[in-house]
């Protein structure tokens, strides 16, 4: 199993230095990846009913921006968008922009996707939050072609590319893209289009993250949900065992928030990993952590998880 921590930006401030010495340690103490989430916007919970935890207060840094800053301070560990909410963007800017991030990073873009909960940002982008769905899917198939192909013809339902290119491509003339939810719909895109998984089950704060039966909260939840993607992607001729499936180590999933543990922790991982997951993702949010004490968790978490297993 590989380790990987989400970046806690909504905790960490925005000190240039600070965000540095994180994902520099990250990368010293053997994590995978350093994930990153996105909004755009956020709203006021006073004149919204918001669905999600976060709200016009909450820190977020522009993920393409901010990965591009820690490519140029880190060397190996990959950069993972998890999840960028691809709908509300428009398709040939992000393919560009993720092409851009893989070559300065050499290779190391992971872009995770999904089609997000805020309608407010939908709103604000000029994007059709009902839609957003069938939207993704074609943005997938449109990204994979402008990453590939040396000249585009594509008319859709949304975009439309007419005899037109983004230059320079990607490395490998593809980008790992893995998609984020837990809705079956969700799962079928996995298994027909996705390279990953990433079965982030919520937030603590977020009453469905508990109560919603289709959420990933424990290791048996992953085990009933992977064979709905297997069965999609064996339908379309894929191989569902080469589908990334990445987890969230957190304090999501229990009654009441648990004291850090390192130790505890890693035993999660380990059942995390007896179900199939391919990746842990530690994340340090909601623990009242100071930016020092999130620096010194992730030594703690990585000595606890190569001692015992």
């Known amino acids: 199993?590989?380790?990987?921590?989400?970046?806690?930006?909504?905790?960490?401030?925005?000190?240039?230095?600070?965000?540095?010495?994180?994902?520099?340690?990250?990368?010293?103490?053997?994590?995978?990846?350093?994930?990153?989430?996105?909004?755009?916007?956020?709203?006021?919970?006073?004149?919204?009913?918001?669905?999600?935890?976060?709200?016009?207060?909450?820190?977020?840094?522009?993920?393409?921006?901010?990965?591009?800053?820690?490519?140029?301070?880190?060397?190996?560990?990959?950069?993972?968008?998890?999840?960028?909410?691809?709908?509300?963007?428009?398709?040939?800017?992000?393919?560009?922009?993720?092409?851009?991030?893989?070559?300065?990073?050499?290779?190391?873009?992971?872009?995770?996707?999904?089609?997000?909960?805020?309608?407010?940002?939908?709103?604000?982008?000029?994007?059709?939050?009902?839609?957003?769905?069938?939207?993704?899917?074609?943005?997938i198939e449109l990204l994979r072609l402008l990453w590939s192909q040396p000249l585009v013809d594509f008319e859709g339902k949304f975009d439309l590319v007419d005899s037109a290119a983004i230059s320079p491509r990607p490395i490998a003339d593809d980008i790992p893209i893995w998609l984020g939810g837990w809705h079956d719909r969700v799962l079928q895109r996995v298994g027909r289009l996705g390279d990953g998984w990433f079965a982030f089950s919520g937030h603590p704060r977020n009453r469905s993250a508990f109560t919603d039966s289709r959420r990933i909260r424990r290791p048996e939840d992953l085990s009933r949900r992977v064979p709905i993607f297997a069965r999609e992607a064996l339908k379309y001729g894929r191989n569902p065992t080469e589908i990334s499936i990445s987890v969230l180590i957190s304090s999501v999933g229990f009654d009441k928030l648990e004291a850090w543990h390192p130790l505890e922790w890693a035993k999660r991982a380990k059942r995390w990993s007896e179900v199939g997951a391919s990746h842990a993702v530690l994340s340090t949010l909601d623990l009242g952590f100071s930016p020092k004490q999130h620096l010194e968790a992730l030594a703690e978490f990585r000595s606890a998880w190569d001692e015992h297993f």
């Open 1 to 139: 199993m590989r380790m990987c921590v989400v970046y806690p930006q909504a905790e960490f401030g925005s000190d240039p230095e600070l965000i540095r010495e994180y994902a520099v340690r990250a990368e010293e103490l053997g994590f995978s990846q350093i994930v990153a989430y996105d909004h755009v916007l956020g709203a006021d919970p006073s004149s919204h009913k918001l669905t999600g935890p976060y709200n016009h207060q909450t820190p977020f840094m522009e993920p393409f921006v901010l990965f591009g800053h820690l490519s140029a301070v880190t060397k190996e560990i990959e950069l993972a968008m998890g999840v960028l909410v691809l709908p509300q963007r428009q398709t040939a800017l992000v393919a560009k922009q993720a092409a851009t991030l893989d070559r300065l990073s050499a290779g190391r873009l992971v872009l995770g996707v999904g089609v997000g909960w805020n309608q407010v940002e939908y709103l604000s982008l000029n994007c059709d939050f009902s839609r957003r769905g069938q939207r993704i899917e074609e943005q």
